[in-house]
């Protein structure tokens, strides 16, 4: 079983930046994968980024790919999600997965999920 604890999350002004980050308890062949999902009151959970752990390609959804970016410290087994240009309507909890497959986009295809961590953008 993967761990994953998310740690960064806070209370932002619109425009600002913020970096949430992910350290997973260990790597196995079905978490070589790692990124983030967010899900806003009301909303349904939506995929935001992954990032391939040992070779570092990257995904970011449509809405963020110009805003923000996903990086990973391998001797760390983290994944870092760099949040700038931030917006209302990024509020939401941001979740931590871990899959096979970077390209993944759907919630099922992600074994493990952290707790989440909550990420407010004040207007």
């Known amino acids: 079983q993967v761990q994953l604890v998310e ?3 806070g209370l932002v002004q619109t425009g600002g930046s913020l ?7 260990k790597r196995t062949i079905n978490s070589v994968a790692m990124g983030w ?8 959970r939506e995929f935001v980024a992954a990032i ?8 970011l959804a449509d809405s963020v ?8 410290d391998n ?3 983290t994944v870092n999600l760099r949040m700038n240009s931030l917006k209302p309507e990024d509020t939401a909890v941001y979740y931590c997965v871990a899959g ?3 390209r993944h986009t759907r919630t099922y295809q992600y074994d493990y999920w952290g707790q989440g961590t909550q990420v407010t953008v004040s207007s």
């Open 7 to 9: 740690s960064g999350g």
């Open 19 to 25: 970096t949430v980050s992910c350290v997973a308890s």
């Open 37 to 44: 999902f967010r899900q806003a009151p009301g909303k349904e």
């Open 52 to 59: 391939n752990m040992p070779f570092g390609s990257a995904n």
């Open 65 to 72: 790919k110009d805003r923000f970016t996903i990086s990973r």
């Open 75 to 77: 001797d760390k087994n």
């Open 100 to 102: 096979w497959n970077w």
